[in-house]
């Protein structure tokens, strides 16, 4: 069991294996629970974001760019409030919802955050106060955030607020290739104050805070507003968990061994399906899936948030046996960045194409130690039969014309490899 996971790991009387609870969070902030939806994740209580294909540096340099969060968030009781408090902490990954809640003998307080699998645009923040005794005095919890909309890989500047939102847009400061445009990146957000109040007389109140992230004034709007008129009508929550629900129906993996490995497999398969884009919507362009998931990847750390190998040799089967329409996902990233690999094959002297070792936007090697890049040559051989899986699995034309077309390149720099390298030939065969 993963570190992170076993920081989360449920009551073992819990026979759920979706549920991953814990009274208090990991001391190392990097084994937090994170929420996605395959274009934008995030850390829990943390206030930087990551947007998918969105990174800024060049070649070595290439690191997923932080976007400022405003829903990193925790909350804190006042007063009489403080004594006896009982926290709880929650990943729920049949819904795809972190939860943190507060109880005291006088209010409960709860906090839902996650990223929208039907709007890939939006996250949102639920919280919610509840008496639990009858007195009529005002009840106060705080709001302790570092927040600030600033970024150290995006400038940004203001724009004017949009249906109560806040709204800042910029670019990322450096391009992955010298010359190419720069990705830009809206922001629109619901405030977040300093304090909720639960006034007197009040039994109960909740508040809803939205997040819209998207490459244009227009998409961020659309997905805010989007999101303002699901609050009106009860349906911001449910319209996330039918999706997930979705999701889980066709890719279940259930065990009736001991608990803890149930809930291993169930907290793998999440983090697996947060990597990826919805079922149904085919608009958004797919950045690939980096080990540390899209949640992490600032620069120095998680592989820096670059696609590496083990996205077409490990996370893409097991994605695809249940999902072929999510492990397509993966064979299109790699055709739309056979540029790139061409680019890299030529650099080291030989034809067709050379997949790197590590890969961002353009499909150029952004390894930040070049050996690995020069001398790690079995990620054609990891491509390709990712391609051949497919075919087998679906069985479609589409995709025997398709690993044609991609296969003779890879073959081709194999083919040149081996004349510069007679060992390889041994390899090959």
């Known amino acids: 069991m993963s570190d992170q996971t076993r920081a989360m ?69 006042g007063g009489a409030e403080r004594q006896e408090l009982k926290h709880c902490y929650t990943l729920d990954t049949r819904r795809g919802v972190f939860s943190a809640s507060v109880l005291s003998d006088t209010v409960s307080v709860s906090q839902s955050i996650f990223a929208h699998r039907a709007l890939p645009h939006l996250l949102a ?18 709001l302790l955030s570092s927040f600030k909309p600033q970024s150290d890989d995006i400038i ?34 619901t405030p977040v104050p300093p304090s909720l109040m639960l006034q007197a007389g009040q ?7 939205l997040v819209a992230v998207a490459d244009s004034a ?17 349906d911001l929550g449910p319209s996330h968990h039918r999706v997930w629900a979705e999701l889980w129906a066709g890719s279940a993996v259930e065990l009736s061994g001991p608990a803890p490995l149930r809930r291993a497999v169930i907290g793998c398969l999440y983090y697996l399906l947060s990597a990826f884009l ?39 089967p097991a994605v695809c046996l249940f999902y072929p329409e999510l492990g397509r996902q993966v064979l299109q990233y790699r055709i739309r960045t056979l540029r790139g690999a061409k680019h890299n094959a030529q650099e080291q002297g030989y034809e ?37 899986q497919y075919l087998h699995l679906t069985q479609l034309s589409l995709c025997l014309a ?28």
Not at 284 to 296: D, K, M, R, T
């Open 352 to 388: 067709g194409v050379k997949f790197p070792w590590e890969s961002a936007v353009s499909g150029r090697e952004v390894c930040t130690e070049p050996v690995y890049g020069l001398q790690e040559i079995h990620i054609n051989g990891d491509v390709s039969l990712a391609f051949r």
């Open 278 to 316: 919805p079922l149904h919507d085919t608009h958004f362009q797919f950045g690939g899936v980096s080990p540390g998931g899209l949640s992490n990847g600032r620069r120095g750390q998680d592989y820096w948030g670059h696609v590496f190998w083990d996205q077409d040799s490990w996370v893409y």
């Open 402 to 429: 398709l690993s044609l077309f991609f296969l003779s390149p890879s073959l081709s720099f194999q083919l040149s490899l081996s004349l510069s390298f007679p060992f390889s030939l041994s390899i090959l065969s």
């Open 9 to 77: 790991t449920s009551d073992p009387d819990d026979d759920d294996p979706y549920l991953f609870s814990s009274p208090v969070l990991p001391s190392d902030p990097r084994f937090l629970a994170t929420v996605a939806n395959g274009y934008v994740g995030t850390a829990v209580f943390s206030d930087i974001m990551h947007v998918g294909g969105v990174y800024s540096g060049t070649g070595g340099h290439c690191h997923r760019a932080d976007v400022p969060c405003p829903l990193g968030v925790q909350l804190q009781l």
């Open 203 to 209: 039994s109960k109140a909740c508040w809803v805070f």
């Open 156 to 189: 940004f500047q203001p724009a004017p607020d949009y249906r109560g939102g806040r709204h800042i847009f910029g670019q990322t400061i450096t391009p992955e290739l010298c010359g190419d445009p720069r990705p830009s990146i809206h922001l629109l957000w």
């Open 218 to 234: 227009e998409h961020a709007q659309n997905t805010y507003s989007l999101g303002l008129d699901l609050i009106d009508s009860g």
């Open 125 to 142: 923040m639920e919280i919610c106060m509840e008496r639990q005794l009858t007195s009529g005095e005002p009840i106060t919890v705080q």
